[in-house]
């Protein structure tokens, strides 16, 4: 269907509401209708409603009641007031009192038509903007992916070719990689970017509230919905769902997100119509998807329906040739933001500084990069940073990731993890004088596997390696 918007007629008059809903269908809105404040109560809470025009003079309640309790439940649900004749003094103050906008009976079907119109554009434009206000942040990343490296270029290709299309996107790559990045630039090249780029965290997602977070529910659904919540779907109705650390969901949760990837069908919480999503989805993840699927932590099912096209992001330590290129932009962005010089010409560092940029193995990728530099635009003041500063700011980072193993004060479970896995690691390569086949049995993770977190944690090949 074109248009899957439902808006909702109360009129008292048999006549008045079959007519406006022929009227809305005709022009591709799904429509509800009710003949009291009482019966349109009950389907807003269970129904889809984007917008709801309604008579005022009714009995058992009017419609300036029905306005009043809307505003407290859905306050940017916009509501059209039906006028008779002698009624507008009545249509003035339910505008004060909040309606979106009143028109007089009998309607005009082509200023009825254009006026739902602007009150349907109206909800779009509301949600639109209350997430372009939570995007706000994502300002300090690159607009765009830089680098002159191969694999950037390759991940650039990558992403030229997909973006066009509908399909499912799996990027994986280390943390700090700049995954995310990629998600969004899908979206920007895609036929979608005028509408939502949502992003979802599934490591913050509990399963309990699972289907309210990805599907929504409805005022009173369940002890504490207070009010309707649009779900991450609705929210990127037309666009795109980034889901970021999906390897974490939870096998229940896994099989409620397949079922909708497979269907494209999916129930808010309350709600007894079954929706269609019209969402292209982009999986993100650090973790070996292949080796968890091994260890039945994920559905295989879920992860061919994930990897239908993948992009592997590289670490910043295999595409050295782009660092003094990222250390500049990130620099004179932090510089811009402390007031501080910039060089007009070259780079915004001294020329040695660049030799203990490129010897450093950069752990937290692009991430532990910006950081560095608006660290280094702090410390250096008004001067230019030279080699000294970071040399001295790498140095103590290191030193504070081998003391941060065992620090009982640092609680950040990835951090901690990240670096107990690294230590067991190579603790299991001495034991076995660099044969990674024995490493990996010490390990107790398959032999083909253990290169993923050599990779993954920058372990150079062991000298005299076998296997």
Known sequence: MKNQKTVLIVDDETFVRESLVDLLQSEGYRTASA??????????????IIAVITDLKMPGGDGTELLRELRRARRDLPVIVLTGVGTIDDAVTAMKAGAFDFIQKPVNPDEFSLLVRRATEHQDLVREVSYLRAEVTALRSPTEMIGDSQGIGEVRRLVSQVAPSDLTVLVTGESGTGKELVAAEIHRLSTRSGRNFVRVNCAAITETLFESEFFGHRRGSFTGA????????????????????????????????????????????????????????????????????????????????????????????????DIPVLGDLFLRRARLALGRPIRQEGLPFAPEAVAALLEYSWPGNVREMRNVMERASILSGDEIPDAALFARILGSTMAAAVQGEDDDHDLNIRRRVDALERRLITTALKRAAGRKPDAALLLGVDPKNLGYYLKKHGIARPEGEVG
């Open 226 to 321: 207070v009010a309707d919540r649009t779900g991450r779907f609705g929210e990127a109705e037309g666009g795109t769902l980034a889901l970021d650390e999906i390897s974490v969901l939870r096998t229940e949760m896994q099989a409620k997100l397949l079922r909708v990837l497979e269907t494209g069908e999916y129930q808010v919480v309350g709600e007894s119509r079954t929706r269609v999503a019209d969402v292209r989805v982009v999986a993100i993840t650090n973790e070996d998807l292949t080796a968890r699927v091994k260890d039945g932590a994920f559905r295989s099912d879920l992860y061919y329906r994930l990897n239908v096209f993948p992009i592997s992001v590289p670490p910043l330590r295999d595409r050295r040739v």
């Open 35 to 48: 003949g009291s404040v009482k019966e349109a109560l009950k389907l807003v809470e269970v129904e889809p």
